[in-house]
Nanobody
């Protein structure tokens, strides 16, 4: 059974860093074999795409508001995808979700409907 689990969230001051991890606790290797993306949802707002990575880890995509600050990466041997978040701002406060696309798509898609499995989310709070 696929169970994506996010970890690494927490409270940090503005300008600080956090690293989120996405792994499959069900040991189905879905994370390692899929296109994976991070989305986030702030209070009162819709869920939005943050970053995505292809299966090989060679193609990434970032939304404009995190470019240059966030880095998505994957470690095949660990079956894990990471989101390194630097220079955090208060507006980055949200619940962050990882999602896996097990279709034949090669590159990450920014639409939520492209993803088959979702984690339950990790809270990231950035204080001024």
């Amino acid at each position: 059974q696929v169970q994506l689990v996010e970890s690494g969230g927490g409270l940090v001051q503005a300008g600080g860093s956090l690293r989120l991890s996405c792994a499959d606790s069900g040991r189905t290797f879905v994370v390692g074999g899929s296109v994976v993306a991070w989305f986030r949802q702030a209070p009162g707002k819709e869920r939005e795409f943050v970053a995505g990575i292809d299966r090989k880890g060679t193609t990434t995509d970032y939304t404009d508001f995190v470019k240059g600050r966030f880095t998505i990466s994957r470690v095949k041997s660990e079956d894990t995808v990471y989101l390194q978040m630097n220079s955090l701002k208060s507006e980055d406060t949200a619940v962050y979700y990882c999602a896996a696309d097990v279709s034949l798509r090669i590159t990450p898609n920014r639409g939520q409907g492209a993803y088959d499995y979702w984690g339950q989310g990790a809270q990231v709070t950035v204080s001024e």
